[in-house]
């Protein structure tokens, strides 16, 4: 930043040197919010990407064949690409004791064609070569909206008791793999891809799942709504506690929240669709999914709309507990351990045809029931630490609506944010050195009129000498000066 004073020649600068030092970083102090402040206002009208990848990720590159595959990390994440019809081989080195879990979120560009079965599938293998996850169950597709959003799959290599395979250490390989796409865009999909270890138990525990659990749908969660906004991604996901929360959501938009579910808790969750403009109806148009700490799909449920209010409500799931593992249904199974459980919601992006791109109302009620129960004695620690845990910390966040620290600072309102934060440092920082020049500047002036007083002048101090000393001004430090005859060296 260049800053030019237009001053009244050199001979001047002697004296005007002071003041123009205090009021050149005041105008900088001032330059820079007026910059920080349009940075703001730029970033904050820039549109949202559609999924906010977490900061830091590793960029990687997939390979054609398990033996070529990068080494994966437990408790880091990484970003990667996957091509039109592609297969991708990543690696990870496991123990015979731990569980592993990997989710892969697909990320589609905005304005991509995409029908029903398109979606991804995420398998694991040994080093056998043997599927530890067979079928469709490590699928995930756009669905019924036929709107392309971030699509979440997963696959796990469950060690512990039980008669199944990829049981044994060594080195695995994670699979990913385009499905469907008939009628689909050939663009590229962007990838994030998670890795969670979950330690043994200290002791061998039941390996069946609960049978008997309060499976009856409570009252809907009623009382005043308080705002909250809803994040991009699994990485910004904004968090709630049980309540009433309300909030906007726009035609193809994918809004991310979490809640901390404790062991022996239940959860219940609906998303409210407001009534809007507009003529038609779509069969498809309001979507809810769950997903567990480790990303793992749980339960979704969907709503038409004829622009009256419409809810989706997910079915009641069981209270946390380390046996649900040993469950066939994923709803059941799902809720395998305590920790943040996101749920996401979306908006078909056909809504912007028949009722505009919005923004709609859109209202969560969620309900936590039950007293946390006795955490599941693991052997060891997780990776990353605490992600089967809700700490008093969780706790607080749900309770001030605290955003996952974990998105990668774009262009969004987080940047915005961060803008405004760094700025307003940097700003007030300039300000208070801006106040202090002054100062300096003006008690140096003012022992300078001492000594001047004191030592100047006429025969005993008898006042100032005319024409010699300029005297400061008592109205501060925007007022001008009183000037006496020709300029004196300083």
Not at 60 to 70: N, Q, R, Y
Not at 327 to 347: E, K, N, P
Not at 369 to 382: I, L, M, Q, R, V
Request: with cysteine; aromatic share 8%; hydrophobic share 35%.
């Amino acid at each position: 930043m260049t800053i030019r004073c237009y001053g009244e020649g050199w001979r001047v600068m002697g004296r005007r040197t002071g003041r123009w030092r205090g009021r050149t970083v005041l105008a900088g102090a001032a330059a820079l919010l007026a910059a920080v402040a349009s940075a703001g206002q730029a970033t904050a009208a820039g549109t949202p990407p559609p999924y906010r990848f977490a900061a830091g990720a590793e960029k990687i590159e997939g390979a054609a064949t398990a033996k070529d595959a990068v080494r994966l990390t437990p408790g880091t994440t990484y970003r990667s690409t996957l091509r039109d019809k592609g297969k991708l081989s990543y690696g990870l080195r496991l123990d015979a004791v731990s569980t592993a879990y990997v989710s892969v979120t697909a990320v589609p560009k905005a304005g991509t064609k995409a029908v029903y079965s398109d979606g991804i599938k995420v398998s694991m293998q040994d080093p056998d070569g043997h599927k530890c996850f067979s079928g469709d169950a490590g699928a995930a597709r756009f669905g019924p909206t036929e709107s392309p959003r971030p699509i979440t799959a997963w696959a796990s290599r469950r060690a512990g008791p039980g008669t199944y395979t990829c049981k044994s250490a060594g080195v695995y390989s994670v699979l990913v793999e385009r499905i469907g796409g008939a009628g689909s865009s050939p663009d590229d999909w962007e990838l994030e891809l998670r890795y969670v270890s979950e330690p043994a138990l200290k002791k061998a525990a039941s390996t069946t799942a609960p049978e008997v659990w309060d499976s009856a749908s409570p009252q809907a969660v009623d009382g005043p709504a308080r705002i909250r906004r809803g994040g991009t991604s699994f990485n910004e996901a904004r968090s709630l506690e049980q309540g009433v929360w309300k909030d906007g959501i726009r035609a193809g938009q994918t809004l991310f929240y979490r809640v901390p579910v404790d062991w022996g808790q239940q959860l219940y969750a609906t998303a409210e669709l407001g009534p809007a403009s507009g003529d038609g109806f779509l069969g498809n148009a309001l979507g809810l999914s769950l997903y567990n700490p480790v990303r793992a799909f749980v339960d979704d449920a969907g709503t038409g709309y004829d622009g009256k209010t419409k809810s989706a409500t997910l079915e009641p799931l069981p209270p946390v507990a380390y046996e649900n593992r040993y469950d066939v249904d994923d709803q059941v199974s799902g809720m395998r351990f305590a920790g943040w459980y996101y749920l996401a919601v979306h908006l078909g992006a056909e809504m912007a045809g028949k009722f505009g791109d919005g923004p709609f109302d859109l209202t969560l009620r969620v309900r936590v029931s039950g007293t946390a129960g006795t955490p599941a004695a693991y052997d060891g620690t997780a990776v990353p630490p605490d992600a089967f845990d809700v700490t008093a910390g969780d706790k607080a966040e749900a309770s001030n609506g605290a955003a996952a620290a974990g998105g990668d600072g774009g262009p969004d309102g987080n940047t915005a944010m961060k803008a405004v934060a760094v700025g307003g440092i940097g700003a007030g920082t300039v300000l208070v050195l801006g106040l202090a020049v002054w100062t300096v500047v003006a008690r140096r002036r003012a022992a300078a009129v001492g000594a001047t007083l004191s030592g100047a002048g006429t025969p005993g101090g008898g006042g100032p000498e005319k024409g010699t000393v300029p005297v400061p001004s008592v109205e501060g430090p925007d007022a001008r000066s009183r000037e006496y005859g020709p300029p004196r060296a300083w």
